[in-house]
């Protein structure tokens, strides 16, 4: 069963900037959605952003205009730039296949990355 596997998180001031990975090599050029998902505490999974197949991408409210998700096809990685950080963005961050580009149907989930900002 293959992994996806995220990495980056951390603790930073608000204001401030990650960028997060998600080592995806079994999906490179695959049918999958590849997004972006996370979990604040106490509430449920939310969509954050998606990349398709033919390189469409698509944001929630909260990451437009501050996060920016991209793929590196030679790395088979995943990205989740984020900039201008808030503290209502602290959460666990997971990378996902899903069958759709909304956070929907997703198969493969990573571990998570936990992103705490103060």
């Known amino acids: 069963h293959v992994q996806l596997v995220e990495s980056g998180g951390g603790s930073v001031q608000t204001g401030g900037s990650l960028r997060l990975s998600c080592a995806a090599p079994?999906?490179?050029?695959?049918?999958?959605?590849m997004t972006w998902l996370r979990q604040r505490a106490g509430n449920e999974r939310e969509w954050v952003a998606s990349?398709?197949?033919?390189?469409?991408?698509r944001y929630s409210d909260s990451a437009k205009g501050r996060f920016t998700i991209s793929q590196d096809d030679a790395k088979n990685t995943l990205y989740l730039e984020m900039h201008n950080l808030k503290p209502e963005d602290t959460a666990m961050y997971y990378c996902?296949?899903?069958?759709?580009?909304?956070?929907?149907?997703?198969?493969?989930w990573g571990q998570g990355t936990q992103v705490t900002v103060s």
């Open positions: 079994a999906y490179r050029n695959s049918r999958y959605c």
């Open positions: 990349l398709d197949i033919i390189g469409v991408k």
């Open positions: 996902a296949a899903c069958r759709g580009c909304g956070g929907d149907s997703c198969d493969t």
